[in-house]
């Protein structure tokens, strides 16, 4: 495999962003997902169980020193920090709010830029605050791919704007384009 | 960037050991304080740490995170009276460790709880932390007023019998809890990482303090925690935080799964 994860950052419109994009991967799509969804403190993990219901991959919760896996996706638990460390596993911290929010996108960007360096793809889907703008950026200069969802696709343009303002994205797409992509590049040896 | 060796050499200067916590947190942190500081490279850093001893214990005050609430996971408080009281009233007299206790804002909610069930005259609460400056903040016990209206509802969610508001005086800006209510906190300074146990308890809280460290940390800390609780001990955990990952796994029986609560084997 060409790149070895896959991190998304999403914010308000996500939910249905994230049914879009996670229900046209296949079963056999092996590269795992990471994602930060920004989401109230005390939410509890029902909307992870609705969203695997949707999907063809295992979606499931990020647990603290949990080995990441190929063929699932993560979501990072309610009002935790996700990083990836070294080694491949996560840590989850409670550290202050990083751009208001907790998770944050560029807290788990700038980690997962650290441990995969040019084999990580960074994807920016809506939103409306700029979290993921300084993840996205780091992602691009330690040698990964970049993606962010076209705009004027995006339930909340605020978020892929503020990505694409800041780092020259190497994809521009809609949900359903990203999806192809990804399947493209999953392919890939 | 590697930052094994400023680690390394922070603590055979000052002798406090943050090589087996969680790399990319320490990163973080790491990265935080070189921007906020003007300073350029790991080594500019590493060297600054050593000849400065104001900028090392801003460093110190950096990795110790101190993020807290009263009555925090309200569930956690809820299933802690209905399922570990009923055990504790079974004692004459009841010692408490509260490892990491931070500003000590939980430490407070364990002394509110237990004096509503009757249990706060027999015990001792043991609150500790490696932060000095933590640690006083907690032994003043003033708090930000902005913050009770949360921790009113997270009171009453877990199930608190008064009125919150009869635990504090409000002074302007700020609250000041009761002093009863310190009566029984023994605050005091304690490593987990270099320190050994202290006395033998009956409950440990320790809730988000072990998702920072590596699993040969998490597992020496688990170590000592066992050592330290009588058998049929109770061990409290942060909603993310498990033993299943680490040695001692099977010498705890589940009293609330979801809640993180353990009960030592006897």
Same mark, same amino acid.
């Given at each position: ?9 999403? /914010? ?78 996560? /840590? ?8 208001? /929010? ?64 800041? /780092? ?22 | ?10 603590? &055979? ?10 790399? %990319? ?9 070189? !921007?906020?500081?003007?300073?350029? +490279?790991?080594? &500019? ?10 900028? %090392? ?26 399922? =570990? ?21 939980? %430490? ?66 700020? =609250?000041?809890? !009761?002093? +009863? ?6 605050? %005091? ?11 033998? =308890? ?6 988000? =303090? ?7 940390? &998490? !597992? ?47």
């Amino acid at each position: 495999m060409r790149f070895e994860a896959i991190v998304v950052g999403v /914010s308000s419109g996500g939910m249905n962003a994230m049914k879009v994009m996670f229900s046209h991967l296949p079963k056999d799509f092996k590269t795992p997902v990471i994602v930060v969804q920004h989401i109230g403190a005390h939410t509890d993990g029902h909307w992870i169980r609705l969203l695997n219901d949707k999907s063809n991959l295992t979606v499931k919760e990020a647990d603290e020193k949990e080995r990441i896996e190929s063929g699932k996706v993560y979501i990072a638990p309610a009002n935790y920090h996700l990083l990836i460390e070294k080694d491949k596993t996560f /840590s989850l911290t409670i550290g202050e709010r990083v751009n208001y /929010s907790r998770p944050s996108i560029d807290v788990l960007f700038e980690s997962a830029a650290e441990a995969y360096s040019n084999k990580l793809i960074g994807i920016i889907l809506t939103g409306s605050n700029h979290d993921g703008t300084k993840g996205v950026k780091r992602v691009k200069e330690c040698g990964g791919l970049t993606i962010i969802q076209n705009p004027e696709t995006a339930e909340s343009a605020y978020m892929p704007k503020s990505a694409i303002a800041a /780092s020259k994205p190497d994809h521009v797409l809609s949900l359903e384009a990203i999806a192809e992509l990804l399947i493209e590049l999953d392919k890939q040896i | 960037m590697e930052i094994t060796p400023l680690l390394e050499a922070f603590f &055979q200067k000052y002798s406090y050991d943050f090589r087996h916590y969680s790399e %990319a947190h320490i990163r973080r942190r790491i990265i935080n304080r070189m !921007n906020v500081s003007g300073l350029e +490279s790991i080594d &500019q850093m590493q060297s600054r740490l050593l000849t400065d001893e104001v900028f %090392a214990s801003e460093f110190l005050q950096d990795l110790s995170i101190t993020v807290t609430e009263m009555f925090r996971d309200p569930g956690f408080y809820r299933s802690f009276r209905e399922k =570990v009281i009923p055990i504790l009233k079974t004692y004459p007299f009841l010692k408490i460790w509260h490892a990491g206790c931070a500003t000590g804002e939980e %430490a407070y909610s364990v002394a509110i709880l237990l004096q509503e069930e009757g249990l706060y005259d027999r015990t001792t609460i043991y609150a500790t932390d490696f932060n000095q400056h933590g640690l006083s903040q907690a032994e003043e016990g003033i708090f930000p007023s902005k913050m009770m209206k949360d921790y009113t509802a997270n009171y009453q969610l877990s199930g608190g019998k008064e009125s919150f508001s009869d635990y504090y005086t409000s002074n302007y800006d700020s =609250v000041i809890m !009761n002093k +009863s209510l310190k009566r029984n906190i023994v605050w %005091a300074n304690h490593n987990l990482v270099t320190d050994s146990v202290f006395a033998e =308890v009956h409950v440990i809280f320790c809730r988000n =303090v072990l998702i920072y460290f590596d699993n040969i940390l &998490q !597992n020496k800390v688990q170590r000592l925690f066992h050592d330290s609780l009588i058998n049929g001990g109770i061990l409290c955990l942060g909603s993310k935080e498990g033993i299943r990952f680490t040695e001692l796994f099977d010498r705890y029986t589940e009293l609330d799964k979801k809640q993180r609560i353990f009960k030592k084997r006897y």
